[in-house]
């Protein structure tokens, strides 16, 4: 009777742990730290069943447009009106709010290590308990950090006034300092990938030394950049958008393919199973799928406006907010529509570059960008 009760508490032990650990959680800006804004994990949204999503809760509003939302084991976190918010996963109800040190410009944070990281445009870096909000760190990183934090392991990377920074997320301590040595301050996330920093600036593409900081290269992309993306990292190469869209060797940042007709002002590139996905305006706007290894164009989709959020690819399904603030959803192998969301009161999702609806475990997180009337930020998932 013992050995019997043993085996039952371990089979209940293994699907508790398994339970526990097939949760997804979305950290930061672009899923993972290199960007690819495609959760490989997500398997209950598919192309058969997002025509079913419903309105599962909508938070309480705050005055500002909200960044994009990340979401952790228990809370969905924003940063809106120089605060950053917990907000409870399974109903949408606030935990807490707290400033970031300066209440600046706060950018999108990120969680990592039962830390939740946050910068603001005073140049602050602060580090808060995800369960309580308590304060654990508040440095003045001096300069502005404008850019959404990118976590990986116990570091944190952002951009601050034309430096690439790497910092530790318990103790705040510097490990490294980079200058890009563009004559343009960097505005864009970071990303990581195999120990490797890949930042863009102006017409420029760097690589960092994730431990030492050193630089291992820098590429000049060409033509004048107004809006170059956020980089994005996967099967040895660094994807960056901009007047258009680039693919460089991760290892010595060499140009491997440009494609010149997507448009411009090209969304940070997402990547899921061999293909590229992004936004662009003028002449050519649109939703574009590529060929993440050659460059070759697999289907273009026509959307209400010119959007510059970044998309989202979760199980054959891109989510993707219009200019007008619509959700849509693709279907990523083909580009057909397959359904459109709205906010139940008609306000506009945030379209604004650098932007993203986030999809994990059956569940879809969107914050709205009105800029007449309060915001929040609205989840959804399968209705009946």
Known sequence: MKNFRCVIAAVFLAILTSSVCAQTLWRQYGFNPAHTSYNDAEMALSPLTVGRLTLFWTSDTFRGIATSPVLGYQAVFVASDGRVRSLDKQDG???????????????????????????????DL???????????????????????????????FYSNTGEIVATDQFTSRDHWRADTGSTIMPTTSPAVADGVVYAAAGDFVFAFDGITGRRLWRHHIGEEQVNISSPSVANGLVYVGGVHLYALSAIDGHLVWRNRFVGTNVSTPA???GRVFVNSEDPEFGLWAFDA????????????????????????????????????????????????????????????????????????????????????????????
């Not at 606030?94 to 140049?123: K, Y």
């Not at 306000?347 to 929040?376: C, E, H, L, M, W």
């Open 93 to 123: 109800h606030r935990h807490w709010a707290r400033f970031s040190c300066s209440g600046e410009n706060t950018v999108q944070p990120a969680l990592g290590r039962r830390i939740l990281m946050v910068g603001d445009g005073g140049g």
């Open 293 to 384: 290894a050659s460059g070759a164009l697999l289907w273009k989709t026509r959307k209400p406006g010119e959007s510059l959020a970044t998309v989202t690819v979760a199980n054959g399904v891109v989510y993707d907010i219009t200019e007008f603030g619509e959700l849509m959803m693709f279907d990523a192998a083909s580009g057909n529509l397959l359904a459109t969301i709205h906010d139940p009161d008609g306000k506009p999702f945030n379209a604004d570059f650098g932007s993203q609806p986030i999809v994990a475990d059956g569940v879809v997180y969107v914050s709205t960008g009105d800029f007449a009337s309060p915001n929040r930020v609205d989840a959804f998932r399968l209705g009946p």
């Open 126 to 156: 602060a580090g808060y308990d995800p369960a309580t909000g308590n304060q654990i760190v508040c440095d003045d990183k001096g300069g502005s950090i404008v850019s959404a934090l990118a976590v990986a392991d116990d570091t944190v």
């Open 271 to 273: 990547i899921a199973e």
